[in-house]
Every structure is written in C-alpha cells, then in structure tokens.
C-alpha cells in the first residue's frame, strides 16, 4: 500500500485521507465532506461536486472518429477520458483524423484543460490529425484565455 494521509477534524479525531491518482500522475488527498457534499482536495486547495458529469460519445466513419465531449470536464470526471482511451484506441488506429466537439461542453478547469491538452498530445503521437469544434460557451471562454487554441496550432 501507499502513504497514508492523515487530517485532524474539528474534534481533534483523525481522519484516514485516501490517495487518488488522475491522468496527471499526481498523487491528490481528498476526503468527503458530507455537510457540503463536496470532496477537498488538501494538497491543490480546489473542490469538486459530484452531481456534474461529462458524457463522451464517439462515432466513426470513413477515416474520422468524431468524439463529442458534453457536460462538465474538470477533476472530478478527467478519468472518464482514461477510460475512454482504453476503449477506444483500437478504434482510433482505423482512423486518419479525430474530430473533438465541445460545443456541448458546460464547464472546464484547469485540470480539464490538462486533460485535453494530454487527449490531443496522445492522438497526435499516434500520427492522428486532430480537429476541435467549438463555440461561445464558457467552456470554449476558458481555453481560449488558457491559450488552448494558440497552442493547437503550433503543435
């Protein structure tokens, strides 16, 4: 087993903190707090809800997988793009170009960028062109600010 990790509650009682490791590789603490329905994570101060969700559909069809991303992408739900690689990337050697649409994307972090930003490294070391569509939303707001698109096309 890994390190534990330890928090002192109001009580002064100990609270057995699990270790969770995201695409990142970054080891992150979190405990559940069920007065706020909200996971803490002690070592990066953020919070998530669990109520959001992201929802991945992909289709392929004549050299293109088209992968429409909805909902929220942010830490709590950057591991559905692990799982989602898994599956498909056998898929994914079929195809010469994958489409990513986020136009149906709510909300997105900075831990949601890394993830995208990993998504799209990935498909391009595997010799795949990458296209995103997008529109006006918040999400599309915040790559934009983060210098997401800048970075699509130099690489």
């Known amino acids: 087993m890994g390190k534990k990790y330890y928090l002192s509650n109001l009580n002064s009682k100990k609270i057995e903190v699990l270790p969770m490791n995201l695409s990142t590789k970054q080891e992150m603490c979190f405990f559940y707090h069920p007065s706020s329905g909200k996971d803490l994570f002690i070592n990066m101060g953020h919070t998530r809800l669990y109520a959001k969700s992201l929802n991945i559909e992909a289709s392929s069809r004549f050299g293109t997988m088209k ?76 790559l934009r600010k983060a210098g997401f698109y800048e970075w699509l096309q130099e690489n």
């Not at 799982?83 to 149906?104: A, M, T």
């Not at 995208?116 to 006006?136: T, Y």
């Open 67 to 142: 992968v429409v991303l909805a909902g929220h992408l942010g830490s709590s739900t950057i591991e559905k793009l692990d799982e989602f690689l898994l599956e498909y990337r056998y898929h994914f050697k079929n195809c010469k170009e994958v489409s990513i649409d986020i136009s149906k994307l709510d909300f997105i972090n900075q831990f949601g960028v890394s993830a995208l930003v990993d998504l799209v490294c990935l498909l391009k070391h595997e010799g795949l062109e990458v296209s995103i569509r997008h529109s006006e939303n918040k999400a599309d707001q915040v």
